[in-house]
């Protein structure tokens, strides 16, 4: 839901609409249904609405409320019930939506408001009383949240198109986010970027602007995968105790993301368990009509190119209102370029274009769905897992090098001394991802290593890889998508159940029992696979070709990111094992990409 900007100055510059203008318009596609500005003096804000609650002028943005002003991306699924809270304390509310709950709840508890909200979110309020600018981001880090230092102030924005959109905005490389783009497969962690000159707020965090300038951060939210207390009552005592505790927090999480909303929701059907469980657990709660979306590609020879026998059979068990949508794969290049355009930072996942190409179609029909993101990370799905675990066995989870020697070798795209020998000198840095990734395994509230593991994965690296994917394929079309996997206390109470229910029959142990007997059978036993994106997939043929053009390009060798002799050597072997990571990404397309997207976003030469 909509998107966000504005800036503040502390040394006597004023705001301007003529800044926020273009910042708007790169914007517009998240919010199509209306914008506004305001400004005064030295601080502006900037907003384009998707309207989701509220559709009257009630819920227009910026909001002001006497001495606050307020620009909200996202949906606070509690809201009504905070609502009637602000009542009883006397607050009156002129709308409906939760963007005024906001405004209120701030006006009662201080940016300790966060605390009380349930749901996804990014916004910012200017204080006139204290002159602070206040951001928040919400625990997962569903929705975006960038920001800029300029001479003088500080801008924000809901992505960094906009932020790009003035000439004084550092874009030179950033030596820490390359390292990172290129070892944890384009999983940037906050708060840096590709960009020098591009920050973004980390998740769970809220930040002030003081009128000095000066920029203080909190992190209000720390997720913590111990096991509880065995002796407290509430503690469920058996392994179904634990499956139905989570069932019943999944049914809660589909539900609020369900009602929070006055206009239709559908959901994004993969075939997959994890969507096909959302479908499921809807039509439990008594929903007729489910509005499903599908997609699949023509087939190659290696596979097929759709999973349209697994979603055909939830259609027919729950009787969805279904649409299905086959892409020809010769039309998947083409509409590539679009997919990057909407991309907030370089992405490699290739089933981003099938999100964006399936996005462009669902639409037409909903303005918000529910997607199956998180799953994976939150109940132990992928197969790295289990190699982990067993390379862990027996080690001290507080020693920083054997904890990363046991995650290492399953996830890291190349070592820090390949990272050395395909990067140029000018870009050299230390080995800052191992720094960062053993830092984070081994800060203290997890009690095994795949408690660690999968932590790390939930507030991490899931939130720029899928979900960034999600939230930048379907708002370039104006729809919202609703994560009810990674809705926070559903993850809190799944980190807490003990680490081995998360591995058992494969992985996702815990979601299959919720599943048995709901959905066919044929959906929760079949073995886990990638999104099929047949013509993205094999590094040959028209793909290589495009690739290699953007990687020998005049734009690419000026950059000089890449030796050249080590770029050769992909461009000559591109599909022998070594140029592939360990979880089977093309180390050329995770080079083409990064290539590709510098030079539509920063060189703006394509």
Not at 259 to 276: I, M, N
Not at 342 to 370: C, H, N, R, T, W
Not at 399 to 417: E, G, K, N, T, W
Not at 490 to 519: C, H, N, W, Y
Request: glycine share 6%.
């Amino acid at each position: 839901m909509c998107g966000i900007c504005g800036e503040i100055y502390w040394d006597g510059q004023l705001a301007s609409e003529t800044r926020l203008k273009p910042m708007l318009a790169a914007l517009e596609k998240r919010g199509p249904d209306d914008g506004g500005s305001w400004v005064q003096d030295h601080v502006g804000l900037g907003h384009r609405r998707l309207s989701i609650i509220d559709l009257t002028d009630g819920g227009h943005q910026p909001m002001r409320d006497q001495a606050l002003s307020l620009v909200f991306n996202g949906c606070i699924y509690n809201y009504q019930q905070l609502k009637a809270e602000l009542e009883e304390f006397g607050h009156e509310f002129t709308s409906h939506s939760d963007t005024e709950v906001i405004l209120k709840a701030y006006r009662q508890w201080g940016m300790e408001c966060v605390n009380r909200f349930e749901g996804m979110f990014a916004f910012a309020i200017w204080d006139d009383d204290t002159h602070q600018l206040l951001l928040a981001r919400d625990r997962m880090g569903i929705k975006p949240l960038y920001y800029s230092p300029v001479e003088g102030g500080v801008r924000f924005a809901s992505n960094p198109q906009a932020l790009l959109t003035a000439d004084d905005v550092d874009t030179s490389i950033d030596p820490i986010g390359l390292h990172h783009q290129l070892t944890l497969h384009a999983v940037i962690p906050a708060p840096h970027t590709i960009l020098k000159g591009v920050r973004k707020l980390e998740p769970g965090h809220w930040m002030i602007v003081n009128p000095d300038g000066q920029i203080y951060k909190k992190r209000y939210w720390f997720l913590e995968a111990k096991r509880p207390d065995p002796s407290e009552k509430s503690t469920p005592q058996t392994q179904q105790a634990w499956i139905d505790a989570i069932h019943e927090s999944l049914k809660e999480a589909v539900h609020k993301r369900l009602t929070a909303s006055d206009v239709p929701v559908g959901v994004l059907l993969s075939g997959g368990l994890d969507s096909s469980l959302i479908v499921g657990l809807l039509h439990e709660a008594g929903v007729e009509n489910i509005k499903t979306f599908s997609i699949g590609f023509e087939d190659a020879p290696e596979e097929k190119g759709s999973e349209f026998e697994y979603s055909d059979k939830v259609v027919e068990r729950f009787n969805t209102d279904h649409k299905q949508y086959l892409i020809s794969n010769s039309d998947v290049l083409p509409r590539l370029h679009e997919a990057v355009d909407a991309m907030a930072e370089p992405m490699v996942g290739q089933d981003a274009i099938a999100f964006y190409l399936l996005s462009e179609q669902v639409a037409q029909d909903v303005k918000v769905v529910m997607s199956g993101q998180g799953a994976d990370e939150v109940f132990g799905g992928y197969f790295w897992y289990a190699k982990m675990a067993q390379a862990a066995e027996g080690i001290d989870l507080k020693d920083h090098h054997a904890v990363l020697d046991a995650f290492r070798p399953y996830y890291f795209d190349r070592s820090h001394q390949e990272w050395l020998e395909v990067i140029n000198p000018e870009y050299h840095v230390e080995d800052v991802t191992s720094d960062y990734i053993g830092h984070r395994l081994t800060e203290p509230g997890a009690d095994t290593f795949l408690d660690q593991v999968l932590r790390l994965d939930v507030t991490t690296l899931v939130v720029d890889d899928p979900v960034k994917r999600v939230d930048n394929m379907t708002m370039a079309w104006g729809l919202e998508a609703r994560v009810p996997f990674l809705d926070h206390k559903l993850v809190e109470l799944t980190m807490s159940a003990p680490s081995e229910l998360k591995l058992i029959d494969d992985g996702k142990f815990i979601l299959k029992q919720i599943a048995r007997g709901l959905l066919p059978d044929e959906v929760i036993d079949r073995p886990k696979v990638a999104f099929p994106m047949p013509a993205l997939k094999y590094v040959r043929g028209e793909f290589f070709e495009f690739m290699k053009k953007i990687l020998t390009s005049p734009q690419a060798k000026a950059r000089g990111i890449f030796n050249e002799l080590a770029l050769q050597r992909l461009l000559d072997n591109p599909e022998a094992p070594e140029s592939f990571t360990a979880i089977q990404g093309s180390k050329l397309w995770h080079a083409a990409l990064l290539e590709f997207w510098l030079q539509k976003h920063v060189d703006k030469t394509l």
